[in-house]
């Protein structure tokens, strides 16, 4: 059975860091893209970032460039997501997905075929 979990999510202050990891089980990791959304309640699920299966990566919310980096490590099946200079509009749930198409991963309405179960992340001001 396929599964990706999250962990790392917490509490911290604005101008903090975090970091957030997703481990993938029951599938090929390195032949899937791979990315992160975050949703805060009554708003849709966004895009963070998103990499490829090999590790390029993009970028959706504007308002993390240069701060989130996402990277990936395929012999230990696990993607990151570095979060520096945290603000208190980062707070949400964060969720890992995973998918065999880069467009399924990136592309509206964001239909991955996995997802995990989330984490949260609380930045106070």
């Known amino acids: 059975r396929v599964q990706v979990v999250e962990s790392g999510g917490g509490l911290v202050q604005a101008g903090e860091s975090l970091r957030l990891s997703c481990t993938g089980s029951?599938?090929?990791?390195?032949?899937?893209?791979m990315g992160w959304f975050r949703q805060v309640p009554g708003k849709e699920r966004e895009m963070v970032l998103c990499?490829?299966?090999?590790?390029?990566?993009?970028s959706s919310a504007g308002s993390v460039a240069g701060r989130f980096t996402i990277s990936r490590d395929n012999s230990n099946n696990v993607m990151y997501l570095q979060m520096d200079s945290l603000k208190a509009e980062d707070t949400a749930m964060y969720y890992c997905?995973?998918?065999?198409?880069?467009?399924?991963?990136?592309?509206?309405?964001?239909?991955?075929?996995?997802w995990g179960q989330g984490t949260q992340v609380t930045v106070s001001s």
């Open positions: 997905a995973a998918d065999r198409s880069w467009h399924a991963l990136t592309s509206s309405p964001y239909n991955p075929s996995y």
């Open positions: 029951g599938l090929t990791f390195g032949e899937f893209a």
């Open positions: 990499i490829n299966a090999s590790g390029g990566y993009t």
